[in-house]
Nanobody, 124 residues
């Protein structure tokens, strides 16, 4: 397993941008997939985006496609989530997660390492 620490959350207005960071610590990071999930108050935890570390392939939820971009920095062992054109419905606690599956998946039960999360609040 790896250790994940999120940062970058905050309070912004609708239409603003925000970049979340997920610092990943551990061995063999090239074998991992890293994903972002979010949970709004009273709702289930939803998949947002994921990246396969070895080739950089990505996957997005339809609700964020075209607005959010996931990327990684090998030297900093950090995965980013650039969020543009934020909406009030993007308000949630955002979590970073990782697994070592061969393919990128969207089910949270497929991920076995989790960070503590960072809060994003978008005011309308």
């Amino acid at each position: 397993q790896v250790r994940l620490v999120e940062s970058g959350g905050g309070l912004v207005q609708a239409g603003d941008s925000l970049r979340l960071s997920c610092l990943v610590s551990g061995r063999g990071l090239v074998n991992y997939n890293v994903a972002w999930f979010r949970r709004a108050p009273g709702k289930q935890r939803d998949f947002v985006a994921a990246i396969k570390w070895n080739d950089g392939s990505t996957l997005y939820a339809n609700s964020v496609k075209g607005r959010f971009t996931i990327s990684r920095d090998d030297a900093k062992t950090t995965v980013y989530l650039q969020m543009n054109s934020l909406k009030s419905e993007d308000t949630a606690r955002y979590y970073c997660a990782a697994n070592r599956l061969e393919v990128v998946v969207i089910g949270d039960f497929e991920y076995d390492s989790w960070g503590q999360g960072t809060q994003v609040t978008v005011s309308s």
